[in-house]
């Protein structure tokens, strides 16, 4: 087999750096110049065997992007044997139709760039949807959920009767799965957004919550706007405490002030994006992927 190395993405070098420990495989951290006009130029030495690419792609997202695509472009051209990248978050995930007349289904334009750029796998987590991996045709896809994980989290939050609550449809496996792992019950919200403004707006539920902790779980939280008009029905039906989990917690702008504000407790996500939020590791569930995958012995 061909060693394996895992080369650090600007974005996400402490989970390379940790995958890299569990898989007892060497670290390269490319050295990262940007430029005043905002390019990025990337420098390392000539890898040989498999490279495993670790880059999450939150903002800037276009940045991160095409970093990822010029390291593996890097690692094709110095001759690799094979090409994986983790991209714990995959930016344009969302955009896999074209929602309004005129639109694009951009994440299968990212899908053809990173295979143009040599990449042979993509490892991500949480993906949005099934149809936004259904349109990575030329290279592979493989989805880790944090749904086990954060669910393991929630395990050791001492809850009172929780309810773990999705503020949409689209969120409703995720939310009975982990409804599973804590031996509770899910709701399901309605909920609207506007696809010019981006407002969101939930209906009411015909549901006696009160006195239960509420946990909402999302794939992403990005303006808060989906999380907020989703806490301010279940404070408006009597919940008592109300957590706001995610795989991908983006948090634009004021966003978590603005979602403490309508009264959430406490927001908890993973490490795919690194920041304040982050309380849950995902380099154990990535490490075991790329074990699968390449058929090595854990360190
Ligand atoms: C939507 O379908 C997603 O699952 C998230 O609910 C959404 O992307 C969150 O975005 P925001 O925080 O801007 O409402």
Same mark, same amino acid.
């Given at each position: ?9 600007? !974005? ?32 390392? @030495?000539?890898?040989?065997? =498999? ?7 939150? @903002? @800037? ?15 094709? /051209? ?14 344009? !995930? ?6 309004? /007349? ?8 990212? #899908?053809?760039?990173?295979? !143009? ?24 896809? &493989? %989805? ?6 954060? #669910? %393991?989290? #929630?395990?050791?939050?001492?809850? %009172?009767?929780?309810? &773990? ?20 019950? *899910?709701? &399901? ?9 981006? /407002? ?46 995610? #795989? ?21 996500? =993973? ?6 939020? *982050? ?21």
């Amino acid at each position: 087999m061909s060693p394996i190395s895992v080369l650090a993405g600007p !974005a996400s070098i402490d989970l390379a750096s940790n995958v890299s420990k569990e898989l007892n495989a060497g670290l390269v951290i490319p050295e990262l110049r940007v430029f005043p006009d905002g390019e990025s130029k990337l420098r390392f @030495p000539a890898i040989k065997g =498999t490279c495993i690419i670790v880059q999450s792609t939150y @903002p @800037p997202t276009d940045r991160h992007l095409l970093q990822t695509m010029m390291i593996a472009r890097k690692c094709a /051209e110095d001759g690799a044997d094979d090409i994986c990248t983790v991209i714990p978050y995959l930016a344009y !995930a969302r955009q896999d139709r074209p929602f309004l /007349e005129g639109e694009l289904a951009t994440i299968s334009l990212v #899908a053809k760039l990173l295979a !143009a750029s040599g990449v042979k796998s993509v490892i991500t987590v949480d993906m949005h949807s099934q149809l936004g991996m259904s349109l990575f045709s030329s290279i592979e896809i &493989v %989805n880790i959920s944090s749904i086990p994980l954060l #669910a %393991n989290h #929630a395990k050791g939050m001492r809850l %009172n009767n929780p309810l &773990v609550v999705s503020p949409d449809a689209g969120g409703a496996q995720r939310v009975s799965e982990f409804a599973k792992h804590l031996d509770s019950d *899910s709701l &399901v919200l309605k909920k609207y957004r506007n696809r010019s403004t981006g /407002e969101v707006t939930i209906e009411d539920p015909d549901l006696d919550i009160r006195g239960r902790d509420a946990l909402l779980v999302d794939d992403i939280i990005s303006s808060g706007g989906s999380i907020i008009a989703a806490t301010e029905v279940l404070r408006r039906k009597g919940a008592n405490r109300v957590y706001a989990m995610c #795989a991908h917690a983006l948090l634009l702008g004021d966003a978590a002030e603005k979602i403490t504000k309508a009264g959430v407790d406490e927001i908890i996500a =993973t490490n795919s994006i690194p920041n304040q939020f *982050s309380k849950v590791d995902l380099s154990h569930a990535i490490s075991e992927q790329l074990l699968r995958r390449y058929g090595m012995r854990s360190s």
